[in-house]
T-cell receptor, first 114, second 116 residues
Framework: NAGVTQTPKFQVLKTGQSMTLQCAQD?????MYWYRQDPGMGLRLIYY???????DKGEVPNGYNVSRLNKREFSLRLESAAPSQTSVYFC?????????????FGPGTRLLVL | AQKITQTQPGMFVQEKEAVTLDCTYD???????LFWYKQPSSGEMIFLIY??????QNATEGRYSLNFQKARKSANLVISASQLGDSAMYFC?????????????FGSGTRLQVQP
């Protein structure tokens, strides 16, 4: 039982390059989330998916797209990376059937955009 | 809209002493949950404790307890008998329990350093 896994762990991009951050969970959770964490700040929601086939914008969605490929996987795509997207990205999942359930976080992806 | 405020950027505590990390919140949701997470230097987010807005008693989990004062909109984390391994960033977070999204809103965190 791996929980929430993210790949890659670390990535360096040049401005304008694209990339996809991968996230998978093996806990059979319906809800999945993408957050970003900037230095000295808490996590901010980029996108979330309440269930397979649905996605919705969070607080800071500009410059990102997401795909809920199936119940296990939720990917985040940067089409044209910008230095402002340098951050640590966390994926999380939760059992939406349990209203008090916490979110389980992946280990994070450190992204540096030059 | 929801907002979490953590007014202590950094805290120091001596090993074996207790420490309180402050958290105040604002929300229009009638039903909500409050969470505390620990983020060590390795970067992962570790869930510590949960308090529901309708829970009658303050939550406790081992050395962690949550001092929940609903009228003051505060949800302070108390760590008893601090250990060196408690040195980390601590985040308070909340979400509405009746809203469809149920994503977390985080505070800016408090860096706790436990001194020997």
């Amino acid at each position: 039982n791996a929980g929430v896994t993210q790949t890659p762990k670390f990535q360096v991009l040049k401005t304008g390059q694209s990339m996809t951050l991968q996230c998978a969970q093996d806990m059979n959770h319906n809800s999945m989330y993408w957050y970003r964490q900037d230095p000295g700040m808490g996590l901010r929601l980029i996108y979330y998916s309440a269930s397979e086939g649905t996605t919705d914008k969070g607080e800071v969605p500009n410059g990102y797209n997401v795909s809920r490929l199936n119940k296990r996987e939720f990917s985040l795509r940067l089409e044209s990376a910008a230095p402002s997207q340098t951050s640590v990205y966390f994926c999380a999942s939760r059992d939406s059937q349990v209203h008090w359930e916490t979110q389980y976080f992946g280990p994070g992806t450190r992204l540096l955009v030059l | 809209a929801q907002k979490i405020t953590q007014t202590q950027p950094g805290m120091f505590v001596q090993e074996k002493e207790a420490v309180t990390l402050d958290c105040t919140y604002d929300t229009s949701d009638p039903s909500y949950g409050l969470f505390w997470y620990k983020q060590p230097s390795s970067g992962e987010m570790i869930f510590l404790i949960y308090q529901g807005s309708y829970d009658q008693q303050n939550a406790t989990e081992g050395r962690y307890s949550l001092n929940f004062q609903k009228a003051r909109k505060s949800a302070n984390l108390v760590i008893s008998a601090s250990q060196l391994g408690d040195s980390a960033m601590y985040f308070c977070a909340m979400r509405g329990l009746d809203t469809g999204r149920r994503a977390l809103t985080f505070g800016s965190g408090t860096r706790l350093q436990v001194q020997p």
